[in-house]
């Protein structure tokens, strides 16, 4: 193989606070991404628990809650104030501390360097300054929770004018001023991550990555930083505004004539609407933030434990492209009853029904993936697969509620609720899950306990169904989506029954959880040790030490010879041919030395 | 989808080191057969994030002039006196971004200390256009406009202080470079990309300035 650079990082001499703390190695960042975003998981989900709690007996006294939230509870039952914060602080955690983070931050760090046989990324500097931009962010935003009013209870998307008059609702009081500023913080993060992995993935490819020879997780991630790059500053400028109109007195998003608390508004003027297409500009396009690096996870586990090449590779990228570009024209769907004239929202259906094309090319894909082969059900594969099978369920109710006229009926409804938590929240997680349990051992040197996993995969997948399946149900029969309880109104009362047994089925997913965090931390400290290529993967980063030392590749960095996904090759000696192998000059099925080519 | 072909023949091509190719539609994008023997053949990284950082400020005013264009057909809208510092200030930042591609092509032709000095004279016209901007918000509030006077104030103060905060970047950036002439010969890596973001932010000027003023 071919010797290309001699200077090494790996002598590098580092004290524990530049290794572990203030890194700038981007593995070290991608899993204090993953770690920080995986505590933010549990505090996310708790609030989803409350939510369920909340919803499923709303008679029932909680004296344990009251405890944990003074101000949130009286008479050992939940404020209706306390509830929309909930609900906001779920959302909001959820979509953006959550799996924005793990999934781009997380994994993308991790990820893209070793699958390009770069040492680090481009900027390493900017990309430590990217995940500490995170922390400062979460503290202002679980700060909100003891402020007076607490915290934000505006919905995750903090329409105005509720979220711009301070005393709107008692979290619109100093919640939603944090909110904004925690959002701000985050957003200056993702836009130093994402510069980050563009100029990477352009620029510090290994000799003979091509693009065409670029692992589809790295594809999208790529596609996914150029979806950040270009959608979040749409977001921190309306943020920007809605801060000036909180408290500068400008009047961007507010209108004329409310009143509050019986007195007159001084502002005057403003348009919320406006905050609305700003809002999903960028909205629309972070739901595909969230989803394209799952279905760059999936794509690689799909193929790997099928031992056999991805499909439609050329189709695949095609699809991860079209629907990155997709993304930005499609924003007005969630306004469909915001008074837009109806021959917009047609438009906005027709670019809507569009996406459904690459998303349908790449579930097919993955089906001839899987078609006749001998699968391999590692955890990882059987949480991709889930995945496939939460994409398609929730995919199919977005068809829906693209139609502007089924939409009218279902806007703010519990269908709405089932469809993204389908098709993009749980999707979205298994793909979370299915990466942590492939690239486990890669990150970390240790595998996972497999049995876990698969009973976790399994409390995890009936779960999510019997949670959000029935949920489709409460929002064709009326619930609203953000209703406090499901005894406000008469025709909700026959939903009690059915809430209760989504609030069960809730309580039971929540808890499967603790089975991977067990698993996890468990496997970390005295999980078997891992070898270099656990799951007999062709991509660079498995042909490195597990876990790969400061500067990734030893005294040379890998030269790449072939695509990512030649598995079961026809007269092979193995089922699997590494990226770094070199082609065997003009000898016919000859067996492919393994040893050569490998980057030590 | 030649992929799944088994590893015999190499293709000769002047291609990638050979195996079996993707599918090879990307030849040419980026350089992924560059030689990789040392660092003097990449493109510099700052040159590729500064068209990055640039995509990134453009989809920031997009935003704030799409709130603009919609906000402006409220009955509420009145339309401010444009003050008269700002021709001076935008003949200030135009001098100044000549200047810096003058400076630009005299380090091209070698000659170090006309870059140099083009560069100095440049920052400091920066320095002058920013003074001069916040000497426009003072005489505004001298007559009595503030922020929240009318909805075109807010935007002008919005957009003329988003911009502002901006050009505090560039100007960092072109002090690092003015920094980095005066220690090494070699100021490419730096200078350019630079150079291209201060000549950029000059363009969102004279854009902010129409869109403010004169539509």
């Known amino acids: 193989m071919t010797v290309t650079h001699d200077h090494t990082h790996a002598e590098h001499r580092q004290s524990f606070i530049t290794r572990w703390i203030f890194s700038q190695d981007h593995k070290v960042i991608g899993i204090q991404y993953l770690m920080t975003s995986l505590l933010m998981a549990a505090i996310g989900g708790f609030l989803s628990m409350l939510i369920r709690m909340q919803l499923g007996f709303p008679t029932w006294n909680f004296y344990w809650a009251q405890w944990l939230f003074p101000g949130g509870f009286a008479d050992f039952k939940m404020k209706p104030d306390f509830y929309p914060a909930v609900v906001t602080m779920h959302g909001t955690i959820m979509v953006f501390f959550v799996l924005t983070t793990a999934l781009s931050g997380g994994f993308g760090n991790f990820l893209i360097p070793l699958t390009i046989g770069a040492r680090d990324m481009a900027f390493p500097f900017l990309n430590m300054m990217s995940y500490w931009l995170y922390p400062p962010a979460i503290v202002i935003l679980l700060i909100s929770f003891l402020v007076t009013g607490g915290a934000a209870a505006a919905g995750w998307t903090a329409y105005p004018p509720l979220s711009a008059l301070r005393n709107a609702v008692p979290g619109s009081l100093w919640g939603q001023t944090l909110w904004l500023v925690s959002l701000a913080l985050l957003i200056v993060g993702f836009l130093f991550g994402s510069l980050n992995y563009i100029t990477t993935v352009f620029n510090l490819r290994a000799r003979g990555m091509t693009m065409s020879r670029l692992p589809l997780v790295t594809w999208a991630q790529f596609l996914t930083a150029i979806l950040m790059l270009l959608s979040f500053p749409v977001l921190f400028a309306a943020v920007i505004m809605l801060l000036f109109d909180r408290h500068l007195g400008t009047s961007f998003f507010i209108p004329s004539g409310l009143v509050v608390g019986s007195q007159l508004v001084t502002h005057q003027g403003g348009n919320p609407i406006l905050w609305q297409h700003l809002f999903w500009f960028l909205g629309h396009p972070e739901v595909y933030v969230l989803i394209l690096p799952p279905m760059g996870i999936v794509s690689e586990i799909l193929s790997n434990n099928s031992r056999k090449p991805i499909f439609g590779y050329t189709f695949m990228v095609g699809s991860l492209s079209a629907i990155t570009f997709l993304s930005f024209l499609v924003w007005g769907h969630h306004m469909f009853t915001s008074g837009m004239h109806p021959l917009v929202g047609t438009a906005f259906m027709v670019t809507t029904l569009l996406i459904a094309v690459p998303s349908a090319i790449k579930v097919f894909n993955w089906l001839a993936t899987l078609w006749r082969a001998q699968i391999r059900f590692t955890s990882a594969m059987l949480f991709a697969i889930g995945f496939v099978s939460l994409f398609v369920t929730g995919g199919l109710t977005g068809v829906f509620l693209a139609s502007p006229a089924v939409d009218i009926y279902f806007q703010d409804t519990f269908f709405v609720v089932a469809h993204f938590h389908f098709v993009m929240a749980s999707a979205a997680l298994f793909g979370l899950f299915a990466g942590t349990y492939h690239w486990f051992p890669k990150m970390f040197g240790r595998m996972m306990n497999e049995r876990l996993g698969k009973i976790h995969f399994w409390l995890t997948f009936v779960g999510i169904y019997a949670t959000f399946y029935p949920m489709h149900f409460a929002g064709t029969a009326g619930m609203m989506r953000r209703i406090f309880s499901t005894t406000q109104y008469e025709f909700l009362r026959g939903l009690a029954g059915m809430n209760m047994f989504i609030s069960v089925a809730a309580f039971g997913l929540g808890i499967a959880q603790l089975i991977f965090a067990y698993n996890f931390i468990n496997s970390w400290i005295r999980g078997p040790k891992a070898d270099r290529n656990p799951w007999k993967s062709n991509t660079l980063e498995w042909q490195t030490e597990s876990p790969p030392p400061h500067g990734n590749w030893g005294a040379h960095e890998p030269t790449v010879h072939r695509w990512p996904y030649d598995y079961s090759v026809p007269g092979a000696t193995d089922d699997f041919i590494p990226q770094t192998v070199p082609a065997v000059p003009a000898v016919s099925g000859a067996a492919v030395d393994e040893s050569d080519g490998k980057p030590t | ?215």
């Open chain 2, 1 to 215: 989808m030649t992929p799944t072909t088994a590893p015999t023949l190499e293709r000769k091509r002047p291609g990638p080191p050979g195996g079996p190719a993707g599918p090879g539609w990307d030849r040419g994008f980026g350089q992924p057969d560059r030689d990789r023997d040392g660092d003097a053949h990449r493109v510099p990284l700052a040159r590729i994030a500064v068209w990055l950082v640039v995509a990134t400020v453009t989809l920031l005013f997009a935003a704030f002039t799409s709130t603009y264009l919609a906000r402006r057909m409220e009955p509420d809208w009145q339309t401010l006196q444009m003050p008269g510092i700002l021709w001076l200030n935008t003949a200030v930042l135009a001098v100044s971004s000549f200047l810096l591609e003058w400076s630009r092509r005299e380090g091209l032709k070698q000659q170090l200390p006309r870059l140099r000095a083009g560069l100095i004279i440049a920052t400091v016209l920066g320095v002058v256009f920013l003074a001069g901007q916040i000497l426009a918000w003072r005489q505004l509030a001298a007559t009595g406009i503030f922020l929240a006077s009318s909805p075109h104030s807010s935007f002008f103060y919005l957009l003329t202080g988003a911009h502002g905060v901006h050009i505090l970047g560039g100007l960092i950036a072109l002090f690092y470079a003015v920094g980095k002439t005066r220690t090494t010969g070699s100021v490419e890596a730096v200078f350019e990309p630079a150079a291209t973001f201060w000549h950029f932010l000059g363009v969102l000027w004279l854009y902010l300035l129409v869109l403010l003023f004169w539509i």
